[in-house]
């Protein structure tokens, strides 16, 4: 019988130590976070569907169901949408997701660190735990990001990591040899020693680092949507769906193009804003505005209209409110660098942005 245990754990030498004891038993793990209030709880646990609960407290038996033979984590979606769903990813996807990026990135397991400090829930956080067990790295393990922690960890020998574009912002890049970003919009300014990375929970984490495809990872866009199909896909979802055709590609969802092997990433097909009879993406405004200095944060949503079907929308958190930029202002930075189509028509002015632990606008809020 192969167990699926929900490891609701903070990050640290415990949560390691679990995972490799259910890795060792033949049994799938599934991180959860043991903070999440309680109904979030239950949805996460019923994603899954566990048949053992690992708490701080111990260990108690749930009513889920059995892993299949070579299943090693069930991790569920980023849930941008409001809706996450659970991927299950076998040792066979997980051990080609460490190998292909250890190989990208030149580890040497003899000399390099890495440090987990994203949230282990989410694939971008786990995938370096479970790359550092695969190829023998050493690691380090945090319960969340802590800009003094993480540079400390560098002080004493980390030389890798992976951070959203936020988290980076805040530390002393240059610690570390490599920085992988993932998790939201790539800022163009970001750090001369970062890897720009693509993927998702269904691919086990990225596969696409600064636009190139990892070995052993085929990248296609047919109708406008990219395609993968690669040993890092998962099995399936939890609930027993499986999107991957049969001979092998799996849809992302996200439009793009590959141009002399490069892949281009526009965003999410669902959220395109189509006004007065053309496309705009959000994800090329968004960068523009991002890049000022009275712009806090910014996302790029398309709101109902009339006349044009719906208008580009700036929700903004100035970085003083009592000063926020306004609308021609907005205009004119849009304008400076992409088509008239892409500048915002209208301004709403917040004092946050709903975000997941990974720093992925929740548009579903918006």
């Not at 701080?56 to 980023?78: C, F, K, W």
């Not at 786990?126 to 550092?132: D, E, G, H, K």
């Not at 890049?173 to 992988?180: D, G, Q, T, V």
């Not at 806090?296 to 409110?321: S, Y």
Request: charge should be negative; glycine fraction near 10%; hydrophobic fraction near 45%.
């Amino acid at each position: 019988m192969n167990e699926v245990l929900a490891l609701l754990l903070p990050g640290g030498p415990a949560f390691v130590a679990e995972l490799q004891r259910a890795w060792d038993a033949g049994d799938a793990v599934a991180p959860v976070d043991p903070r999440l209030p309680p109904a979030a709880l239950d949805a996460a646990l019923g994603a899954i569907a566990p048949t053992v609960v690992v708490d701080p407290t111990g260990r108690r038996l749930a009513h889920g169901r059995q892993a299949e033979p070579g299943d090693a984590l069930i991790v569920n979606t980023s849930g941008t949408t409001g809706h996450p769903r659970a991927a299950v990813l076998t040792h066979d996807a997980v051990a080609a997701s460490a190998v292909a990026t250890s190989a990208a990135l030149e580890v040497d397991a003899g000399k390099d660190r890495w440090l987990a400090c994203l949230p282990l829930t989410h694939v971008g956080g786990l995938s370096v735990i479970t790359r550092a067990m695969i190829t023998g790295t050493d690691l380090e393990v945090h319960d969340g990001f802590d800009a003094e922690a993480v540079e400390n960890a560098a002080a004493r020998g980390a030389t890798l990591v992976s951070l959203v574009a936020t988290a980076a912002r805040r530390i002393n890049a240059s610690l570390f040899r490599l920085i992988l970003l993932g998790g939201s919009a790539i800022p163009t300014d970001r750090p001369a020693n970062s890897v720009a990375t693509y993927g998702m929970t269904e691919t086990g984490g990225g596969v696409v680092y600064d636009g190139v495809p990892l070995d052993g990872v085929e990248v296609r866009s047919i109708g406008g949507e990219l395609q993968l199909r690669c040993e890092m896909l998962m099995r399936g979802y939890r609930d027993g769906t499986n999107p991957i055709t049969a001979d092998g590609w799996y849809g992302t969802g996200d439009s793009g193009r590959v141009v002399d092997g490069i892949v281009q990433v526009d965003g999410r097909i669902g959220d395109v804003i189509v006004t007065g009879g053309e496309k705009v993406w959000p994800g090329p405004v968004e960068r523009v505005l991002a890049r000022d200095p009275r712009i806090r944060e910014v996302a790029v949503v398309g709101r109902p209209d009339h006349e044009w079907g719906h208008v580009v929308t700036a929700v903004l958190v100035p970085a003083d409110p009592s000063d926020p930029p306004d609308l021609d202002y907005l205009k004119r930075l849009v304008r400076a660098d992409l088509p008239s189509r892409h500048a915002p028509r209208r301004l709403e002015l917040v004092d946050s942005l709903p975000r997941t632990a990974i720093g992925k606008i929740r548009r579903d809020l918006l």
